[in-house]
């Protein structure tokens, strides 16, 4: 069993979190799922904790699934959806709920699951030589961690529907183009972005960013009758906050806001 599946380094206000098998471009194992859940509960348990940054070592992001672990000793495929059950879809909702912002800055090929947990993430930047392939029914299986809801919310019903029926290794750049990801940045830029990203986060006003992500999570369930309530609730709460106190000082007095996550 490799030693570590996954690397967690923790920063002034915001942990990195890099999937850690390069010579299987980072698909998902048992064991890198049980690793990756304990650092993404780890991370939101700590009060210092206010952004995560989620990537992938080596020239891949994740290539989903690792298959080897797929062919159970008699030849028969293994009950799939245990492991949904057990592992993706609780991923996919922690990254979800989280109270502070992910970012996912996918260095290379993400492919199956892989792709997947980077659009659970909230703000996607790839590398320019990245890719993203919804590889399931390569295999004879159908998109999930959440993609057959993500991505008709993102690309439009369409778009959606061709990548998970064709699936194409769309670049990057087609990527941002549709609307999968945020941004696309030069490989050698995107540490350097994406941590600056984290770090801006990280100082950000912790609550309101919550609440945004909870907000923009419940609006697609709701009518925008219950939407409005929904905003009125959480913005009541954050005007107690404060970070609303000093955002608007800050901008009484012309300075830059230094939010305390409160
Ligand atoms: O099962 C359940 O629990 C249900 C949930 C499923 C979730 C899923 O994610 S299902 C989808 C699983 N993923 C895939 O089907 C993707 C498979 N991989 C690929 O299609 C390609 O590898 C890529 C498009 C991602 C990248 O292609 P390329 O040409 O850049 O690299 P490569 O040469 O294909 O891969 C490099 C090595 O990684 C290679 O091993 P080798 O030959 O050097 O020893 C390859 O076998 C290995 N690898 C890549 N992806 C996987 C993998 N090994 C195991 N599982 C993988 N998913």
Redesign the pocket.
Known sequence: MEEHPVLVERRAGYRVITLNRPH??N?FTEAMHQALKRAVAEAESDDDCRALLLTGAGR?FC??????E?VAADGNTMV?GN??ETY?NPLVRMLRELPFPVVAAVNG?A????ANVALACDIVLAARSASF?Q??A??G?LP?GGSTWFLPRLVGEQRARALAMLAP?IPAEQAKEWGLIWDVVEDGELMKTATELARRLADGPTMSLARIKEAMNRASGNDLGRQLDVERDFQRELGRSEDFKEGVAAFLAKRKPAFKGK
Do not use: E, P
């Open positions: 299987r471009l698909a891949a290539a989903g699934q690792d298959l080897n797929r799939l492991a949904l993706y090929t492919a199956g699951a892989g392939v590889a399931f390569r295999i299986l999930d290794q």
